[in-house]
Nanobody, 120 residues
Framework: QAQVAESGGGLVQAGGSLRLSCEAS????????MGWYRQAPRKQRELVAV???????NYAESVKGRFTISRENAKNTVYLQMNSLKPEDTAVYYC??????????????WGQGTQVTVSS
């Protein structure tokens, strides 16, 4: 089993920065993809940024050039550096980890979410 826990959300003014962290812990074989998703009120959850173990990244168009995803494989931790924040970035941000529980057995784990609020 694995657990995923986020930290680093909060309230910031427009134009400010925040850094989110997410650590996967527990007993598992490996982790492939780790990433961030967000869900604003009355909207569906959407991809923000993902990073594979090989270093490939994928960003939502709305955050390209402002957000940067990075990872410390040795710590099973992924970060999301968010700069030039806008009010429309306000959402609950969720961490996702694609975990290999045993060889060839994969499962998606989600964190509880962390609130990011950007005031105008």
């Amino acid at each position: 089993q694995a657990q995923v826990a986020e930290s680093g959300g909060g309230l910031v003014q427009a134009g400010g920065s925040l850094r989110l962290s997410c650590e996967a812990s527990g007993s598992f074989f490996s982790i492939n993809r780790m990433g961030w998703y967000r869900q604003a009120p009355r909207k569906q959850r959407e991809l923000v940024a993902v990073l594979t173990s090989s270093g490939s990244t994928n960003y939502a168009e709305s955050v390209k050039g402002r957000f940067t995803i990075s990872r410390e494989n040795a710590k099973n931790t992924v970060y999301l550096q968010m700069n030039s924040l806008k009010p429309e970035d306000t959402a609950v941000y969720y961490c996702n980890a694609q975990v290999e529980l045993r060889a060839g057995i994969w499962f998606d784990y989600w964190g509880q979410g962390t609130q990011v609020t950007v005031s105008s």
